[in-house]
Protein backbone atom coordinates (compact mmCIF):
# COMPACT_ATOMS: atom_id res chain seq x y z
CA UNK A 1 0.00 0.00 0.00
CA UNK A 2 1.61 3.35 -1.00
CA UNK A 3 1.59 6.22 1.69
CA UNK A 4 1.49 9.80 1.21
CA UNK A 5 3.20 12.09 3.07
CA UNK A 6 3.66 16.23 3.08
CA UNK A 7 5.85 18.44 3.82
CA UNK A 8 6.58 22.37 4.15
CA UNK A 9 3.69 23.85 5.37
CA UNK A 10 3.95 26.34 8.58
CA UNK A 11 3.29 30.04 9.33
CA UNK A 12 4.43 32.82 6.61
CA UNK A 13 3.51 36.39 6.89
CA UNK A 14 1.17 37.94 3.58
CA UNK A 15 2.44 38.11 0.26
CA UNK A 16 4.88 35.11 1.16
CA UNK A 17 5.91 31.94 0.06
CA UNK A 18 6.04 28.25 0.72
CA UNK A 19 6.81 25.50 -1.49
CA UNK A 20 4.52 21.96 -0.22
CA UNK A 21 5.91 18.48 -1.28
CA UNK A 22 4.49 14.93 -1.02
CA UNK A 23 6.22 12.36 -1.66
CA UNK A 24 4.59 8.66 -2.40
CA UNK A 25 6.18 5.75 -0.27
CA UNK A 26 6.71 4.02 -3.46
CA UNK A 27 6.18 4.25 -7.33
CA UNK A 28 1.85 4.51 -7.84
CA UNK A 29 1.15 2.56 -10.80
CA UNK A 30 -1.76 3.21 -13.75
CA UNK A 31 -1.20 6.65 -12.21
CA UNK A 32 -3.52 9.38 -14.01
CA UNK A 33 -3.17 12.95 -11.79
CA UNK A 34 -1.91 14.52 -8.89
CA UNK A 35 -3.52 16.97 -7.25
CA UNK A 36 -3.34 19.11 -4.36
CA UNK A 37 -6.81 19.94 -2.27
CA UNK A 38 -6.99 22.38 0.99
CA UNK A 39 -9.84 22.44 3.48
CA UNK A 40 -9.95 25.74 5.33
CA UNK A 41 -10.25 25.98 8.87
CA UNK A 42 -14.23 26.89 8.77
CA UNK A 43 -17.60 25.06 10.35
CA UNK A 44 -18.39 23.34 7.35
CA UNK A 45 -15.78 24.38 4.81
CA UNK A 46 -15.34 21.47 2.00
CA UNK A 47 -11.94 20.53 0.48
CA UNK A 48 -11.48 22.49 -2.13
CA UNK A 49 -9.40 21.65 -5.24
CA UNK A 50 -6.03 24.39 -5.61
CA UNK A 51 -3.82 22.58 -8.49
CA UNK A 52 -4.02 19.33 -10.91
CA UNK A 53 -0.83 18.15 -12.95
CA UNK A 54 -1.63 15.10 -15.07
CA UNK A 55 0.75 12.35 -16.04
CA UNK A 56 1.21 14.06 -19.44
CA UNK A 57 2.14 17.19 -17.62
CA UNK A 58 -1.51 19.31 -18.12
CA UNK A 59 -2.01 21.43 -15.23
CA UNK A 60 -4.61 22.99 -14.41
CA UNK A 61 -5.81 25.83 -11.34
CA UNK A 62 -8.98 27.54 -9.98
CA UNK A 63 -8.94 31.26 -11.14
CA UNK A 64 -8.58 31.67 -6.85
CA UNK A 65 -4.71 30.29 -6.83
CA UNK A 66 -4.19 30.98 -9.97
CA UNK A 67 -0.86 32.81 -11.26
CA UNK A 68 0.19 32.35 -7.73
CA UNK A 69 0.13 28.83 -7.34
CA UNK A 70 2.33 26.16 -9.36
CA UNK A 71 1.87 22.47 -9.42
CA UNK A 72 5.05 20.21 -10.69
CA UNK A 73 6.40 17.07 -9.87
CA UNK A 74 9.51 14.97 -10.02
CA UNK A 75 8.27 11.22 -11.30
CA UNK A 76 11.86 9.61 -10.94
CA UNK A 77 11.69 10.83 -6.68
CA UNK A 78 7.60 10.01 -6.86
CA UNK A 79 7.22 13.57 -5.96
CA UNK A 80 4.53 16.05 -6.72
CA UNK A 81 5.15 19.84 -5.43
CA UNK A 82 3.54 22.96 -4.50
CA UNK A 83 4.83 26.19 -5.33
CA UNK A 84 2.71 29.09 -3.39
CA UNK A 85 3.96 32.60 -4.15
CA UNK A 86 2.10 35.77 -3.00
CA UNK A 87 -0.31 34.35 -0.46
CA UNK A 88 -3.23 35.42 1.12
CA UNK A 89 -4.60 34.90 4.64
CA UNK A 90 -7.61 33.18 3.15
CA UNK A 91 -4.82 30.75 1.75
CA UNK A 92 -4.67 29.56 5.67
CA UNK A 93 -5.94 25.89 5.06
CA UNK A 94 -4.83 22.39 5.63
CA UNK A 95 -3.31 20.93 2.31
CA UNK A 96 -3.43 17.79 1.40
CA UNK A 97 -2.11 15.61 -1.96
CA UNK A 98 -3.92 13.24 -3.25
CA UNK A 99 -2.53 11.22 -5.94
CA UNK A 100 -5.13 9.20 -8.41
CA UNK A 101 -5.01 6.03 -10.20
CA UNK A 102 -7.27 3.86 -12.31
CA UNK A 103 -9.30 2.27 -9.90
CA UNK A 104 -9.01 4.13 -6.66
CA UNK A 105 -6.86 7.10 -5.05
CA UNK A 106 -4.50 7.97 -2.22
CA UNK A 107 -4.47 10.79 0.31
CA UNK A 108 -1.69 12.49 2.44
CA UNK A 109 -2.90 13.27 5.73
CA UNK A 110 -2.01 17.29 4.99
CA UNK A 111 -0.20 19.55 5.92
CA UNK A 112 -0.93 23.24 7.71
CA UNK A 113 -0.43 26.16 6.22
CA UNK A 114 -1.30 29.31 8.03
CA UNK A 115 -0.76 32.91 6.56
CA UNK A 116 -0.78 35.71 9.02
CA UNK A 117 0.97 38.58 10.53
Known amino acids: QVQLMESGGGLVQPGGSLRLSCKASGTVFNLLEQNWYRQGPAPGEQRELVATITTTGNTNYPDSVKGRFTISRDVAKNTVYLQMNSLKTEDTAVYYC?????????WGPGTQVTVSS
Open 98 to 106: NFVRIGGAY
